[in-house]
């Protein structure tokens, strides 16, 4: 095992997991604003409906498929990769289970929380991508098709969710507003944010589980 690798994937942990953490409470804000969830959120509450299993495992569930899936085009798995498999999910089922964000009753505040939810979800995935310890399941399929077809994150992105949305409303999970803002919008949020930061992800180089072990060529 490499030990300045591993010393860096330690060193990076705690922001690696503050931005699972922001994406969580921004996914439990669009929640409780009732107006539509992100095109993953959709497909998520469209399997729970139809399964009964709690939304944040239905993530977690979501997140193995997309990473199996992925082995196929060649985009591996990091640290960053699993953890955010399990902990997003986690972290939505915790905050909703502590109530530790008030409900939203009144439109002001409904729509105060989808925006707020919005930009912080969009917000994390960048905190987190920036850590360089693989990108999530979701996320990694992103990067990995915007290297692959040299599109930018604010075309590629749509593409994907707006594919995702139209399988999460067929299975009945809800969809409004917030489901337009972020299959429409939410690329050109992820992109300004990037742009903002000076964070591309093509030149990003996210780390794989065999370069802990010294392993080179993922290919």
Not at 6 to 15: C, D, M, V
Not at 69 to 89: A, E, Q, R, V, W
Not at 97 to 104: E, F, H, K, W
């Amino acid at each position: 095992m490499q030990k300045e690798t591993l010393r860096k994937t330690l060193i990076r942990l705690p922001k690696l997991m503050f931005g699972f953490l922001i994406i969580a409470i921004g996914i439990t804000l669009t929640l409780y604003a009732d107006m539509g969830l992100n095109p993953w959120g959709t497909f998520h509450q469209g399997v729970s409906e139809i399964t009964g299993i709690k939304f944040g495992v239905v993530s977690q569930l979501t997140g193995l498929v997309i990473i199996i899936i992925s082995l196929f085009i060649k985009l591996y798995p990091g640290i960053g990769t699993i953890l955010n498999m399990y902990f997003i999910g986690y972290f939505v089922d915790l905050i909703d289970q502590m109530n530790l964000i008030p409900q939203s009753y009144t439109m002001p505040t409904r729509v105060i929380y989808l925006l707020v939810g919005t930009f912080l979800f969009n917000y994390g995935v960048y905190y987190y991508l920036c850590c360089e310890l693989g990108a999530g399941p979701r996320d990694g399929l992103l990067v990995g098709l915007v290297k692959i077809t040299g599109l930018s994150v604010s075309i590629m992105r749509p593409i994907i969710e707006v594919t995702i949305v139209v399988i999460g409303i067929l299975l009945g999970g809800s969809y409004g507003v917030g489901t337009l803002l972020n299959a429409f919008g939410g690329g050109y949020i992820l992109n300004s944010i990037f742009k903002w930061h000076k964070f591309n992800p093509k030149e990003t180089k996210q780390m794989v589980i065999t370069d802990l072990f010294g392993v080179k060529e993922h290919s």
